[in-house]
Nanobody, 126 residues
Framework: QVQLVESGGGLVQAGGSLRLSCAAS????????MGWFRQAPGKEREFVAA????????YYSDSVKGRFTVSRDNAKNTLYLQMNSLKPEDTAVYYC???????????????????WGQGTQVTVSS
């Protein structure tokens, strides 16, 4: 069982930066692949970024590649998402998720993740 709690969301102007954190409970955090997803009002939840359990592989959606960086600190049971050059279209609730993923093609699929946080709101003003 893994419990996830996101933090770091807020209101920022376009072009600004935010860093989201996801604190995980339990001793098995390091054995899980981790992902970030987001959901804007009236839209489906979409993949943002993911990282393998050991942190050697990362994955990004095309819309955030080059602007966002996902990382993890297994010693602190924490996942991060550094978001730079934010745009109004990045406005959404951001969720972290944990899953035991073995295939690279599954990192982008919400169904591959077993545990989800409650979400943190990110609002980017123009």
């Amino acid at each position: 069982q893994v419990q996830l709690v996101e933090s770091g969301g807020g209101l920022v102007q376009a072009g600004g930066s935010l860093r989201l954190s996801c604190a995980a409970s339990g001793r098995t955090f390091s054995s899980y692949a981790m992902g970030w997803f987001r959901q804007a009002p009236g839209k489906e939840r979409e993949f943002v970024a993911a990282i393998s359990w050991i942190g050697t592989s990362t994955y990004y959606s095309d819309s955030v590649k080059g602007r966002f960086t996902v990382s993890r600190d297994n010693a602190k049971n924490t996942l991060y998402l550094q978001m730079n050059s934010l745009k109004p279209e990045d406005t959404a609730v951001y969720y972290c998720a944990a899953g035991r993923i073995t295939k690279a093609t599954m990192y982008r699929a919400p169904v591959a993740y077993n545990y989800w946080g409650q979400g943190t709101q990110v609002t980017v003003s123009s």
